[in-house]
């Protein structure tokens, strides 16, 4: 590589940045040309983008519909503000947010590394399909990974940070991440610790100067935090009432190490935020505040790890073996549909970097670089997370860049050793690789249950836009595929529904219903079924049995007092006028029909 190159220090950044950013400007570009789901994204993106709304709306402490954690969805309800809602405006944020990171990249290796690792380390984040991906998709791993890199610049120049307030500021944007990603607070579990051993300065001052004023500015986010859960949840949470849940989805006797849906509880973020409460108070006989909902899940992992404790060492065993693998299993939906442009563009895949990026951690263990420690802790503190809960393929991509450093490290060296004619030192080196890519290869999922995807979204997305014949299609082509899926049989109901076909529409209901008797959406729906074949006791049933599940809905209350009225039961009909006023004053202009047909 040309010296007078390497030594154009301001120069080197802005190419990289300005090719990170080509890339990520022309896979949006092709991806809109060619990805029929690009204006219909999955349901995570959506749940993400409906908070965001509701807190650029003026909502800003948020609602208990949304319990997962925060700091994205505020991130993108300011992007919603600053964009007056452009959803191209707020993509080409991301790619530049993206972009920037591969500066940052550069940044950290340059610091720990050599220049030659840093430019190597720069073009290969720049390029890395996974990263593009997660630019354009608009979720937390954009964000995370500037956070993450920003931090630990801010790690690597402890000389300059001596003040004990600098150590505070510090310990805030720590909290913050926290909110975007768990594995931030093990981070600042091993980094004190860390500090304590490593630091030459005595030992009061050391907690003065350091990590008393880290851990309290990271706990003053988290104690607000708390005290906004609170306020939104009415009861005392830490961080998020969704912890439990997913460790009881990481830790349960059909746990496989990587996240899968319980199939009690549909298969979207409202729906678990919604069924985990539904299961956990069926199964408790009793009504549990959102503390206690993830208490129950929490415990119900605990038990399976007592009681069951040689399965739960094989399902650790299974997930560590699955952080150095790449199992599609573990992929986003869109990142499954975009399957066949991410085996042709994603020239560095998983089962070659990792391996590689190992061999650069021994290497810079063997040479006692002391600066990469931090970006060993932040890996460990994935690993843990992995280990607790499951492994997704979006958590891991956090890392990437790290990882993408240390393969970096590696081929630099490994190049060096080449130029230096030590061959025989550089094919030592690279068995160990060959044979690891042996092990991680790797686990794809079948083409069926990609092809069962697209048709189940397709379906879903034909139906809302009223191309009806269409979204049957595609709803039978996914039942042909996976006949027991409740999702796919409420929208083929709503299919019928629309088309008037109220027989096949009451029977798919039946049939989702079947497999999962809470879905409260089809209950609904059959309720509404029977109203229009004027079978107004069994209207009741179906919504009343939606009150079981979610007894302040607003909607079904005013369903209900419909009934009543075309039943004559003036009385019920004021009892759900009252409840409904206490649960929803708005809801005052259409009962107007209804408090006249039935005055008090």
């Not at 190049?415 to 044979?435: C, D, N, Q, S, T």
């Not at 008797?517 to 009343?544: C, H, M, P, T, W």
């Not at 599940?549 to 009252?578: S, T, W």
Request: proline share 4%.
């Amino acid at each position: 590589m040309n010296k007078t190159f390497l030594k154009k220090e301001p120069l080197i950044p802005i190419l990289i940045f300005i090719l990170a950013f080509g890339f990520r400007l022309g896979y949006l570009a092709f991806l809109k040309k060619h990805y029929f789901f690009y204006d219909h994204p999955s349901a995570d993106v959506v749940y993400y983008q409906n908070w965001a709304r509701l807190i650029a709306s003026g909502h800003w402490l948020g609602s208990p519909t949304f319990q997962g954690l925060p700091l994205y969805p505020y991130f993108l309800g300011f992007l919603m503000r600053l964009t007056l809602g452009s959803t191209l405006a707020i993509r080409i944020i991301h790619l530049l947010l993206g972009s920037l990171n591969c500066i940052l990249v550069f940044k950290v290796a340059q610091k720990i590394f050599t220049q030659p690792v840093a430019i190597v380390s720069g073009l290969l984040a720049a390029s890395n399909f996974y990263l593009i991906y997660y630019d354009w998709l608009m979720m937390p791993v954009t964000l995370i990974i500037t956070l993450s890199l920003v931090i630990i610049l801010s790690l690597l120049s402890l000389n300059k940070m001596s003040r004990a307030r600098d150590w505070f500021l510090l310990g805030l944007m720590l909290g913050l991440t926290i909110l975007a990603d768990g594995k931030f607070l093990f981070f600042l579990f091993f980094i004190s610790v860390y500090l304590m051993a490593r630091l030459t300065i005595p030992y009061e001052r050391k907690l003065r100067t350091v990590i008393v004023p880290l851990t309290l500015g990271a706990f003053l986010i988290l104690c607000a935090m708390t005290v906004r859960n609170k306020i939104i949840f009415n009861d005392w949470i830490f961080i998020s009432p969704q912890s439990g849940l997913s460790f009881y989805v990481g830790n349960n006797p059909q746990a496989t190490g990587i996240f899968e849906n319980p199939r009690f509880i549909r298969p979207s973020h409202s729906g678990q935020d919604e069924d985990q409460r539904i299961v956990a108070q069926m199964i408790s006989k009793k009504e549990l505040p959102p503390a206690a909902v993830s208490k129950f899940w929490r415990r119900k992992g605990w038990d399976f790890i007592r009681n069951q404790p040689l399965d739960y060492g094989l399902l650790l065993g299974r997930k560590l073996l699955l952080f150095l693998k790449d199992t599609e299993r573990a992929h986003d939906l869109d990142l499954l549909l975009q399957s066949k442009w991410r085996r042709t563009l994603n020239y560095n895949p998983f089962f070659i970097l990792c391996p590689l990026a190992l061999l650069g951690i021994i290497l810079a263990l063997q040479q006692k670089r002391k600066e990469h420690i931090f970006l060993l802790l932040l890996i460990l503190s994935q690993l843990i997370l992995t280990l607790i809960f499951f492994l997704i393929t979006r958590h891991r991509i956090t890392i990437l860049p790290l990882l993408l450093i240390y393969e970096s490290f590696f081929l630099v060296t490994l190049v060096h050793r080449i130029k230096k004619k030590k061959y025989k030192h550089g094919v030592a080196i690279l068995l160990p690789v060959i044979v690891f890519m042996g092990i991680s290869a790797p686990e794809r999922v079948k083409a069926k249950n990609i092809d069962f995807i697209e048709h189940a979204k397709k379906c879903a997305i034909f139906e809302k836009k009223g191309q009806l014949d269409r979204a049957k299609s595609e709803c039978m082509l996914a039942l042909n595929i996976s006949p027991s899926d409740s999702v796919s049989l409420y929208n083929l109901g709503n299919v019928y529904f629309k088309k008037n076909n109220l027989v096949s529409a009451k029977d798919a209901y039946e049939r989702s219903l079947a497999i999962c008797s809470y879905n409260i959406d089809a209950l609904f729906n059959l309720g509404y079924v029977y109203e229009k074949q004027r079978n107004y006791i069994r209207a009741l049933e179906s919504y009343k049995a939606v009150l079981e599940f979610q007894p302040a809905m607003p909607d079904v209350h005013y369903r209900m007092a419909q009934m009543y009225l075309k039943l004559g039961h003036c009385e019920e009909v004021n009892k759900h006028i009252q409840i409904i006023m206490t649960i929803d004053p708005s809801f005052k202009k259409q009962l107007h029909q209804l408090i006249t047909a039935c005055p008090h």
